[in-house]
């Protein structure tokens, strides 16, 4: 069965593993009726609409107009159609984003975060004892502190004149976040994330027979072809799985703001801070309401595609399981 | 041969697990050494101890105050998710409904690609038209409604797996329906609602994007976003507040998360956070 319960508002893949589930016990055993039934789900439902729903749905309107925070345009917006997308799709800045934001998910997610927790889960693996409890630890931490406060934790760590890090290196006055913010960005969410792969991945491991690395080995297979012929056909599910929820969540992850606001010189400006700059400090609704649509969009072709993946694999696991009946 | 290869291969581990142990902890020790230093620098180094930094918790008019917002919209947002979602995952767990699994698969759908960061100019607008505009309720009925349809999803996973033979006998004494729900369906599925509620709590507690654009007023924001202002506000910052109150602000999650995986272990068939 997926065990890949993951983070609980992922629980997407349960979406289709629900089906496994004889749904028979709606045999309304409490007497709840439709028209209760109804008023329960109701207020749920009534949420959701308004916060979750309309904005989606509202993007596009705004993605339309001019409208803007302050001024003649905040009373009486007008519709200007495609403007705003044609503009955007036409503008320097919006490109360097989407540009920056690409060497941020491929940098820190698909690279950092699933290549490290990989490595991490890999030689952790089969080890239960303090050292294992305590790289766990540490890794896990890093994932469940506050953002604000890693934030300044990294704040701290790069400082050009009291860092923990020019200390360590010897190279005082070394000014990370203004020579290099991108690559500050990137290993700050490389670090923030991996707990996330690791212990995905681990859990991935526990479910490779060891037999089968014990005969790769005894065949005189290396490390590398025991990950390539034995490991990875087993956990391919997994590895692309986790690849597109950690794409997902570093795409729209908001962190880097707290660290370089998108500075110096709007180098490690990626999308999600563009869109608060442009929108909610530039005071351009409908601009930024276009470039949130396209970052809709972007999700839902990631989360498409994460579905469809789930879908395919879960149709193979029943049919598996129907052969084995 | 062997034995030297397999040597090396032992030597590699430890150092690769050496460097990533430092990689992980070193960010994190100026958290745990700054708030006891008589003299917090901005350098991680032993502490000369003294508890006088938090003493500056007192003196700041926001701190504590702002732990307070925390704990209300954390709380808040708990209690509704919990209290709605278990009523709506009830209903779609014991009746059937037309279109029940589409709407159920949808909803998570939209609620995983439409995030606050790429829904903030709508919701702020939303935000604004509502009157929710520095509203701490405000605040909670957003961060709800993002949170409800894998809240509704956990929770009629667990509904669907507890029988229903209690409800039938309690109907044919005479119960209703919500005293059912009540009495007999939610203490067999406390641990979902657990589940969800720390669930809740960890997502709204680390949350900065929501109550960064929705709350004018400092007094009425969270610890979040006063840490934030706390290290971005002009002037020298000052370290000895800062490192007490991230300390304090930190510890209910680690606490949380020790809680949740002594008592549970966090292992993937049963992950907290976010």
């Given amino acids: 069965m997926v065990q890949l319960t993951s983070r609980p508002d992922e629980a997407a893949p349960r979406a289709y593993a629900d089906q496994r589930a004889p749904s028979g016990t709606a045999a309304d055993a409490a007497g709840l009726g439709r028209t209760r039934a109804a008023g329960f789900v109701a207020p749920s439902l009534l949420l959701i609409l308004l916060f979750l729903v309309l904005p989606a749905a509202w993007t596009i309107y705004l993605g339309v107009t001019n409208y803007r925070l302050t001024g003649l345009a905040a009373a009486h917006p007008e519709i200007v159609g495609i403007d705003n997308y044609t503009n955007a799709l036409g503008d320097g800045r919006f490109h360097t984003s989407l540009w920056l934001t690409l060497q941020f998910v491929l940098g820190s997610a698909v690279i950092g975060q699933a290549g490290l927790g990989f490595a ?9 004892g303090p050292m294992r409890r305590i790289v766990e630890a540490f890794v896990l931490l890093a994932w469940i502190l506050p953002s604000s406060v890693v934030a300044f934790l990294w704040i701290a760590l790069l400082d050009r004149d009291g860092g923990t890090l020019n200390a360590l290196l010897q190279t005082p006055g070394t000014a990370w976040l203004l020579d290099h913010p991108m690559a500050c960005i990137i290993v700050f969410n490389t670090w923030r994330g991996t707990a996330f792969s690791m212990m995905l ?20 297979a290396n490390t590398w072809q025991q990950l390539r012929d034995v490991v990875f056909p087993l956990i391919r599910g997994h590895v692309l799985t986790n690849l597109l929820l950690i794409s997902l969540w570093t795409f729209n992850d908001f962190t880097p703001f707290l660290i370089t606001a998108g500075g110096p010189e709007q180098r490690s400006e990626i999308l999600a801070v563009y869109v608060y700059k442009v929108a909610l400090s530039g005071g351009q609704l409908g601009f930024g309401s276009a470039i949130s649509f396209l970052m809709l969009l972007i999700n839902l072709v990631i989360a498409l595609i994460y579905l469809r993946l789930l879908g395919r694999r879960n149709r193979a696991g029943r049919g598996l399981r129907g052969e084995e009946a | 041969m062997s034995t030297v290869s397999f040597v090396l291969t032992r030597i590699l581990r430890y150092v690769f697990l050496g460097l990533v142990l430092g990689f992980f902890a070193i960010p994190l020790l100026w958290l745990a050494t700054a708030p006891f230093d008589r003299t917090p620098k901005i350098t991680t180094s032993m502490p000369d101890f003294a508890l006088d930094n938090f003493r500056t918790l007192m003196d700041n008019p926001y701190a504590l ?26 209903a779609l767990s014991r009746v059937r409904v037309p279109g029940r699994d589409a709407l159920l698969y949808g909803l998570l759908l939209l609620s995983s690609i439409v995030t606050g960061t790429a829904t903030m100019v709508p919701l702020f607008e939303l935000a604004f038209r509502l009157n929710l505009i520095d509203s701490r309720l405000g605040v909670i009925l957003i961060l709800s409604g993002g949170l409800l349809p894998a809240a509704i999803f956990i929770l009629k996973d667990f509904m669907d797996s507890t029988p229903t033979s209690y409800e039938e006998s309690a109907r044919v004494f005479g119960a209703g329906p919500l005293r059912i729900m009540w009495q007999i369906v939610t203490p067999v599925v ?3 609602l657990a589940t969800v509620a720390v669930w809740a709590v ?12 929705l709350l004018r007023s400092p007094d009425k924001a969270p610890a979040a976003v006063i840490m934030y202002t706390l290290y971005t506000e002009g002037g020298q910052a000052n370290l000895a507040l800062l490192s007490t109150f991230s300390l304090l602000y930190s510890l209910p999650v680690v606490l949380m998360f020790v809680f949740v995986s002594t008592r549970y272990g966090f292992r993937f068939h049963g992950g907290i956070k976010r």
């Fill in chain 2, 190 to 192: 406390r641990p979902g």
């Fill in chain 2, 202 to 213: 960890a997502n709204v507690w680390g949350n900065f994007l929501v109550p960064f654009l």
């Fill in chain 1, 201 to 220: 991945y681990s859990a991935a491991l526990d479910n490779v027979p060891p037999s089968h690395l014990e005969t790769a080995r005894l065949a005189g």
């Fill in chain 1, 120 to 128: 991490i889960a890999w030689s952790l693996r089969e080890r239960r």
């Fill in chain 2, 65 to 90: 105050g702002s732990l307070l917002n925390s704990v209300y919209l954390a709380g808040g947002t708990a209690i509704l998710v919990v209290v709605l979602a278990a009523l709506a995952a009830y």
